[in-house]
Nanobody
Framework: QVQLVESGGGLVQAGGSLRLSCAASGRTFSSYAMGWFRQAPGKEREFVAAISWSGGNTYYADSVKGRFTISRDNAKNTVYLQMNSLKPEDSAVYYC?????????WGKGTLVTVSS
């Protein structure tokens, strides 16, 4: 089992940057694909970005491509989401996800608020 704890959320002005972190427990972190999802009030949770277990492959939602970067440090059991050029529509609770063989684990989320 994997436990995930997100951090790094907060209030930022439009055009600013934040870096989210997700610390994972367990010795098998490097075997999991990792991802970030977000959920804005009144909306469904949506995919933001994902990274393969090795870090060699990354995937992004069209809405964040070119602005967000996902990375991981397997030695630190941590995945990051660097968010630049933030927009008010990026405001949401951001959740970390770990996936292996179709089994998903979720963190409790961190709130990002982007003011205009």
């Amino acid at each position: 089992q994997v436990q995930l704890v997100e951090s790094g959320g907060g209030l930022v002005q439009a055009g600013g940057s934040l870096r989210l972190s997700c610390a994972a427990s367990g010795r098998t972190f490097s075997s999991y694909a990792m991802g970030w999802f977000r959920q804005a009030p009144g909306k469904e949770r949506e995919f933001v970005a994902a990274i393969s277990w090795s870090g060699g492959n990354t995937y992004y939602a069209d809405s964040v491509k070119g602005r967000f970067t996902i990375s991981r440090d397997n030695a630190k059991n941590t995945v990051y989401l660097q968010m630049n050029s933030l927009k008010p529509e990026d405001s949401a609770v951001y959740y970390c996800n770990a996936n292996r063989n179709g089994i998903n684990y979720w963190g409790k989320g961190t709130l990002v608020t982007v003011s205009s």
